[in-house]
C-alpha cells in the first residue's frame, strides 16, 4: 500500500514537473515587439505600464519594449520596420493612410478626445460662443477641433484670433491669450500657473476624434495577426486593470521615468480615465463614424486633400475576437 | 477482560453507531433544505428587487412622459419663452427630486434649455438617448456622463408639435443614487448578503459591500455574470458553487432587466449560506458527546450492583475452598444473579451437612480403631510366650541353611572353573585352527603352484607324486575341520550365519560336489524336491555340509550301480529333508548311537572307506542347532538301505548359537536329573550314567 | 604393472604368496605385521593388499584405521580362518575390506578372486 502511494506522488510530482515545463517553456520563446509611444513616458499610457509590469504581455509570449517619442515621423518608423505597433492621432493615421502607409488602428485608447481649451474661470468662457474676438492660442492640430466647433456653432471664424501658441501656460496666465488649448492632462500644470481654469471640451460640441490609436502594418495584421491579437489582449486588459486601480497604475510610470511626479501622475490618470473607459463599450472600442466625421473636419479644412476609406483606418477585427471570448 | 469494560465498549460501539447514521441522515436532510431555503430566499430576493426596479423605472418613464406632455402644452402656447421654459423646468425638477437635471434638445442635439445652464449650448448629438428620443421615449440606462463626470440614466421622450413632427427632445437625467439605494436595502440576506447590478460591458454600476470606487470602474468576469450576460433570463435562475467579484464562493441568483439593460445579482457566501448546517452539525455533535458519555456513565454505574454480587460469590468459593464453609451467601436480588447465589447457597448448606456427617464417622471409626488395636496388644503378648518355643527350630532352620550356602559357594566356584574351560577351549580351539590352517595353506599352496607348473615343468612321475600329496592334504585338511568343527559344536562356540537360503538351489549345489564321488561308484544321484518350498532362514552352508555329509555316506555305503535319492517335503511346521540310500542298512541298536561322536558300526568297514565317524555328530550338532531333528530309519536288513531324515523348522529359530546350549551333546540332561532327585532324598552326590538311557527321556 | 602387498606374519606363507603372484605376473612386495605393512605402504602404492588376521602386534581394526591416515588407498582382501554373514560383510566394506578368502584356499580361488578387483596390466 505504501509503495502505491509513494508511486502515485512520483508519478503526480513528474507529471507537475511536466506541466511547469510546459509553462516555462513559453518564456524561452518570448518575441521581441517593439513599441513606438506617442509622446515621453505619462501615465496616459498606464494601461500598456500595466501589461508590462503585471506579465500581461509576457504571457503571451511577448517582450515588449516601450519606446517613449523622440520627435520621430512613427508612422514610417512603423512601415519601415522599427516598430512593430505605434501610436498615432487620429489626424496623423489620416495623413499616413493618404500618402500610401499601409497602416491601420486596431485599439484606441483615448475614444474622447484630450484636447481641451483653457481659460482662466474668472473669464467664463464656457462655450464656444465665449471665444467670439478672444484670442487663442493653438499648435499644429490643435487648431482642427477649434475650428469645427466654430463651424459647428456657426461662429464666424474671422472672429476669433486663433495664434499659434508656445508651449507655456505662462501666455495665458499673462493674458496673451485668452485661451490655450492643451490636453485635459496638463490641467494641473494650467492650474498651478494660472490657478482656477474653465475648458471647454470639443467632444461636448459635436466634435470627436480618438487619440493615442494603436496602429500596425497591414502586412502586420494579415501575416502576424496571433502576435497582434496576444498584444491586444494583453493591453486591453491592463487598461481595464489600469482603470480599476488607477493610482497605483498611474505610479507605474515611475518604472520607465522615475523623475516624474506621483501627484501628477495621478491626475492625468484620473482626469484621462473617463475619456479612455467611456462606459459606453469596451476600452479600445472603435466607431466608424468617428473616423469619417474627422476625415471630414480635415478635409473641410484643407489638411488632407482627398478622402480616406474609413475601413482602409482600422478594423475592430482584434477586439471583436477579444470580447466575444470574452 | 472485565465484564465491566466488555460492557462498555459494547454500549459505546452501538451509541456511536447509532449516533453517526442518524447524524448523517440529519445533516444531508438539513443540507437539502438550507439549500432550498437559501435558494428561495435569494431567488425571492433579486425578484423583490428586479420588480422594485422595474416600477421604479416604470414610473419615472411616466413621470417624464407627463411633464413632457405639459410642457409641450406649455410650449405651443404663444406666450412661450425660453425663460417661461427654464422655470418650469426648474419647477419641475424641485416636485420631482429623483431627477437631477431637466433639459430639452433640439433636433441638431445641442442642449437648448436646461435646468443646469452650464449644459445650454452642449452638443449631445452623439448620445444614443438624442438619437432614439428623437422617435420613442428611451430610456439611456447607465452610462457615464462625461460632462458631468458621473454615471447617469436619461429618459428622453419627443416633443412634437401638432403636425406629430419632433420639434425637441424633452430629457430627464436621473442620479443612479436612489436605484443604489433599492439595490443595498437591507433584506434579511445575512452579513454577506448584497445586491448589485452589472452593465452589458461587465461593469459595476451600483455600489458593491466590500469594495470601494468601484462604479463604472471596475468590470467584473464572474460565472454568474458571463452566464447571466449570456442568458439574459427574464425569470429568476440561482447559481451555486461560484467565485463572486472577491474570489468568495458565493451561491447567487440572477435576473436580467431589459428595460435597463443591466443584469441584477443577489448573492451571498457559500460559508454564511451553509452556516445553519454548519450549526446543525455542532448540535449533533454536541449531543452525541452528551449522549456518549450519559452511556458511559450508565454502563459504568448499573452493572456494579451485579458485578459486586460475582465478586461476592467468589470471595465466599475461596473461603470454602479455603475450608470454610460456615459463611452465608447474601442474596440481594431475584435476577438470575440472585438465583446463581441462591443455589450456591444451598449447595454450601449441603457441602456443610455433608462435612458434619464425615466427622462423625471418623469420630467412630477412630473409636473401633482403638478397641483393635486394644485386642492386637493382647495377642501379641500370646505371641511373645510362644517365640522363645520357636527359637530352637529357628536353629536348626539356620543349620542347613548354612550348608546350603556352602553348597552354593562350592558351586559357583566350580561354575567358574567351568567358564574358564570353556574359555580355554574356546581359544584352544581358535589357536589350534589358526595353528593347523597355516602350514595346510603353505603345502596346498606350492604343491598347487608346482602342479599348475608355476614353479617349471614337472614330470609324470612328479604329477602322480603331487597328486598323492595333494589327496592326503585335503583328507588332513578335512580331518582337521571335521575335529574344528565337533569340538566347537561341543563347546558351543561354532558360529552360525543365518540367511533365507533356496532349500532348491542349495540341494542342487551338494548334489554337484558329490556327483564326481557318486560318478566313481557310478551311483545315481536324483532329487524330489517339493513344489514352491518356502525360503527358510537357515545357515547355507552348514545345512549343505549336513546334505552332503548324508549323501558322502550314503554313497559309501551303497553298491555300484545303485541310486540314492534326496526329497524335500514340507510339513506343517518343518521342511522334512531325506537322503535314501540302497545299501546295507542299519541295524537297530545302532540306530541312536550312530549319531555319537566317533560312534562307528563296524570300524573295520569305516576304516576301510574311511572317515573318523565324527560326520553324522557334525550333523547333528547342526540340525539340533536349527531346532530340527535327526534320525534314521531302516529295516537293518542289507539291501533295503536306509532314509536318513532330518527337519528345519519353518519358523527361524532366533540366536542360533544359544539355541545350542540347550542341546545335551554328552546328555547331562540325564546327569541333571538325577542330581534333582538326589537332592530330593537329602543327599548331595554326583553321579555318572551313560548316555543309554535314550534321547526320548 | 599391478601392485600387489603381501601382509602375513607367517613367513612361509609369505614367501609362498610372493612367488605365485609374481608367476601371475603381478609386482608384488612384502610385510610381516600391521606397522611393517603402514610404513611400506605410501612408498610401494599397492593397488591391492592381501591381508592376514591373526597377526601380533595391531589387531586388524587398528591396521584399517590406521591406513585411513596414509595417501594411498588399496583394495584390501582379508585372508582369514571363519566365514562372515552378510552383515559383517557388510562392516568389512565399509572398512575398505573388497572381499576375504578362507584359509586353507585354493590356488585357483584366489587368484580369481584377485583378479575380480585388479588388472594385471591396469590401462595407466
Redesign the interface.
Known amino acids: 500500500m505504501k509503495k502505491i502511494m509513494i508511486g502515485l506522488i512520483l508519478l503526480g510530482c513528474m507529471l507537475l514537473l511536466s506541466f511547469s515545463g510546459c509553462v516555462q517553456e513559453k518564456p524561452s520563446k518570448l518575441q521581441d515587439v517593439h513599441v513606438g509611444l506617442s509622446w515621453i513616458h505619462e501615465a496616459q499610457f498606464a494601461g500598456l505600464y500595466w501589461a508590462d509590469q503585471n506579465d500581461l504581455y509576457k504571457n503571451e509570449g511577448l517582450n515588449v519594449t516601450l519606446t517613449p517619442y523622440n520627435y520621430e515621423d512613427l508612422a514610417q518608423k512603423l512601415v519601415d520596420g522599427t516598430y512593430d505597433f505605434v501610436l498615432l492621432q487620429t489626424d496623423t493615421l489620416l495623413l499616413a493612410r493618404e500618402q500610401g502607409l499601409p497602416v491601420k488602428a486596431i485599439f484606441a485608447d483615448y475614444r474622447l478626445m484630450p484636447t481641451v481649451y483653457f481659460s482662466k474661470k474668472a473669464q467664463n468662457i464656457t462655450k464656444p460662443e465665449d471665444l467670439l474676438n478672444k484670442t487663442v492660442g493653438v499648435a499644429y492640430s490643435e487648431r482642427y477641433p477649434l475650428v469645427a466647433m466654430l463651424k459647428q456653432e456657426g461662429i464666424n471664424l474671422s472672429s476669433v484670433n486663433i495664434v499659434e501658441r508656445e508651449y507655456d501656460y505662462g501666455w495665458l496666465a499673462n493674458g496673451s491669450y485668452a485661451v490655450e488649448a492643451g490636453w485635459v492632462t496638463d490641467g494641473d500644470t494650467v492650474q498651478a500657473i494660472v490657478g482656477e481654469y474653465n475648458v471647454i471640451r470639443p467632444y461636448e460640441y459635436g466634435v470627436n476624434w480618438y487619440a493615442d490609436l494603436i496602429c500596425t502594418t497591414d502586412d502586420m495584421i494579415t501575416n502576424h495577426s496571433d502576435l497582434v491579437e496576444k498584444f491586444i489582449r494583453a493591453t486591453s486588459t491592463g487598461w481595464e486593470n489600469a482603470i480599476e486601480h488607477q493610482d497605483s497604475a498611474a505610479l507605474l510610470t515611475q518604472k520607465y521615468d522615475p523623475t516624474t511626479q506621483a501627484d501628477h501622475l495621478k491626475f492625468v490618470l484620473q482626469v484621462s480615465s473617463p475619456l479612455i473607459h467611456t462606459g459606453e463599450d469596451h476600452i479600445g472600442w472603435m466607431k466608424k463614424s468617428v473616423f469619417e466625421d474627422t476625415t471630414q473636419i480635415l478635409l473641410d479644412q484643407g489638411i488632407l486633400t482627398q478622402t480616406v476609406n474609413a475601413n482602409d483606418v482600422f478594423t475592430m477585427k482584434f477586439l471583436e475576437k477579444i470580447y466575444s471570448t470574452g | 477482560m472485565k465484564i465491566g469494560i466488555k460492557l462498555v465498549i459494547v454500549s459505546e460501539i452501538l451509541v456511536l453507531l447509532t449516533i453517526s447514521s442518524i447524524g448523517y441522515v440529519a445533516l444531508q436532510i438539513g443540507n437539502q433544505s438550507i439549500r432550498e431555503r437559501i435558494e428561495a430566499q435569494l431567488g425571492s430576493v433579486t425578484t423583490l428587487k428586479a420588480d422594485h426596479l422595474d416600477d421604479f423605472i416604470k414610473e419615472k418613464i411616466e413621470n417624464i412622459i407627463s411633464l413632457r406632455n405639459q410642457y409641450t402644452h406649455l410650449l405651443l402656447e404663444s406666450q412661450y419663452t425660453t425663460q417661461n421654459g427654464r422655470e418650469f423646468l426648474r419647477d419641475r425638477l424641485i416636485e420631482n427630486s429623483y431627477f437631477t437635471e431637466f433639459f430639452i434638445l433640439n433636433n441638431n442635439g445641442t442642449v437648448q434649455l436646461s435646468t443646469d445652464p452650464m449644459q445650454e449650448g452642449k452638443v449631445k448629438s452623439n448620445e444614443e438617448y438624442f438619437k432614439q428620443g428623437q422617435s420613442d421615449t428611451f430610456l439611456q440606462s447607465f452610462y457615464y456622463d462625461l460632462s458631468l463626470q458621473q454615471p447617469a440614466i436619461t429618459i428622453a421622450t419627443p416633443v412634437k408639435n401638432e403636425n406629430n413632427e419632433t420639434i425637441q427632445v424633452f430629457a430627464g437625467r436621473m442620479n443612479i443614487s436612489e436605484i443604489s439605494e433599492i439595490m443595498s436595502e437591507r433584506t434579511g440576506l445575512g452579513e454577506t448578503g448584497e445586491t448589485y447590478l452589472i452593465n452589458n460591458l461587465n461593469f459595476v454600476v451600483t455600489p458593491l459591500k466590500t469594495e470601494e470606487n468601484t462604479l463604472f470602474k471596475k468590470a467584473v468576469y464572474t460565472d454568474i455574470i458571463k452566464k447571466g450576460l449570456t442568458e439574459k433570463p427574464t425569470n429568476t435562475q440561482i447559481l451555486s458553487g461560484y467565485l463572486n467579484y472577491a474570489n468568495t464562493p458565493s451561491i447567487g441568483s440572477y435576473v436580467y432587466l431589459s428595460d435597463l439593460n443591466v443584469l441584477l445579482i443577489t448573492e451571498m457566501s457559500d460559508a454564511e449560506a451553509s452556516a445553519p448546517l454548519q450549526a446543525l452539525g455542532n448540535n449533533i455533535l454536541v449531543m452525541s458527546l452528551l449522549i456518549f458519555f450519559v452511556t458511559l456513565v450508565f454502563c459504568i454505574y448499573i452493572p456494579q450492583k451485579i458485578l459486586k454480587q460475582i465478586n461476592n460469590l467468589t470471595t465466599i468459593t475461596e473461603s470454602i475452598s479455603g475450608g470454610n464453609l460456615g459463611v452465608a451467601v447474601d442474596i440481594t436480588s431475584t435476577d438470575e444473579v440472585g438465583q446463581l447465589a441462591s443455589s450456591f447457597e444451598k449447595m454450601r448448606k449441603s457441602l456443610q451437612t455433608t462435612n458434619e456427617e464425615l466427622l462423625r464417622t471418623q469420630r467412630n471409626l477412630e473409636k473401633k480403631v482403638e478397641k483393635r488395636t486394644a485386642e492386637l496388644n493382647e495377642k501379641m503378648k500370646k505371641l511373645q510366650d510362644s517365640e522363645i518355643a520357636t527359637l530352637n527350630i529357628n536353629e536348626d532352620l539356620q543349620r542347613t541353611v548354612d550348608k546350603l550356602k556352602e553348597t552354593q559357594t562350592t558351586i559357583e566356584l566350580q561354575n567358574i572353573q567351568l567358564k574358564k574351560l570353556d574359555k580355554i577351549k574356546s581359544d584352544f580351539l581358535n589357536i589350534t585352527s589358526h595353528e593347523l590352517r597355516t602350514p595346510m595353506s603353505a603345502i596346498k599352496g606350492y604343491v598347487q603352484m608346482i602342479m599348475k607348473q608355476k614353479l617349471g615343468e614337472t614330470t609324470e612321475e612328479q604329477k602322480q607324486a603331487l597328486n598323492v600329496i595333494i589327496r592326503n592334504t585335503n583328507r588332513l585338511d578335512s580331518l582337521i575341520q571335521d575335529i574344528l568343527d565337533i569340538s566347537r559344536l561341543e563347546s558351543g562356540t561354532m558360529k552360525f550365519i543365518a540367511e533365507p537360503t533356496n532349500i532348491q538351489q542349495m540341494i542342487k549345489e551338494a548334489i554337484e560336489t558329490t556327483h564326481s564321488l557318486a560318478d566313481t561308484k557310478k551311483i545315481q544321484l536324483s532329487t524330489n524336491i517339493e513344489e514352491n518350498l518356502p525360503t527358510i532362514v537357515i545357515d547355507k552352508e552348514r545345512i549343505k555340509q549336513v546334505i552332503m555329509n548324508l549323501i558322502n555316506n550314503a554313497i559309501k555305503f551303497s553298491p555300484n550301480g545303485s541310486s540314492i535319492l534326496v526329497r524335500v517335503k514340507k510339513e506343517t511346521d518343518n521342511l522334512l529333508i531325506e537322503v535314501q540310500d540302497h545299501g546295507r542298512g542299519i541295524p537297530k541298536e545302532h540306530q541312536t548311537k550312530i549319531f555319537n561322536t566317533f560312534y562307528q558300526v563296524d570300524s573295520g568297514m569305516d576304516r576301510k572307506f574311511g572317515g573318523a565317524g565324527l560326520g553324522l555328530s557334525i550333523a547333528r550338532g547342526i540340525v539340533l542347532s536349527h531346532g530340527g531333528n535327526i534320525w534314521v530309519e531302516s529295516s537293518g536288513l542289507p539291501g533295503e538301505g536306509s532314509i536318513f531324515k532330518f527337519t528345519l523348522p519353518l519358523i527361524p529359530v532366533h540366536d542360533l548359537e544359544g539355541k545350542f546350549r540347550d542341546v545335551d551333546i554328552f546328555r547331562l540332561k540325564d546327569t541333571k536329573k538325577i542330581i534333582e532327585n538326589d537332592l530330593r532324598n537329602k543327599t548331595v552326590i554326583w553321579k555318572e550314567e551313560t548316555a543309554d538311557k535314550g534321547e526320548k527321556s | 604393472m599391478t601392485k600387489i602387498m603381501i601382509v602375513d606374519d607367517?613367513t612361509?606363507?609369505r614367501e609362498?604368496?610372493n612367488?605365485?603372484l609374481r608367476?601371475e605376473g603381478f609386482e608384488t612386495e612384502t610385510a610381516e605385521n600391521g606397522d611393517d605393512f603402514l610404513s611400506k605402504i605410501d612408498g610401494f602404492q599397492p593397488d591391492l593388499v592381501t591381508l592376514d588376521v591373526?597377526m601380533p602386534g595391531l589387531t586388524t581394526r587398528e591396521i584399517l584405521e590406521k591406513l585411513n591416515e596414509k595417501k594411498t588407498k588399496p583394495k584390501i582382501i582379508l585372508l582369514t580362518?571363519?566365514?562372515?554373514?552378510?552383515e559383517e560383510k557388510q562392516k568389512l566394506i565399509q572398512r575398505g575390506i573388497v572381499d576375504y578368502v578362507t584359509?586353507?584356499?585354493?590356488?585357483?580361488h584366489l587368484i580369481d578372486t584377485i583378479h575380480k578387483y585388479v588388472l594385471l596390466n591396469p590401462v595407466r
Open positions: 607367517e612361509d606363507l609362498m604368496l612367488i605365485m608367476k591373526m580362518v571363519v566365514r562372515y554373514s552378510e584359509k586353507p584356499f585354493e590356488f585357483d
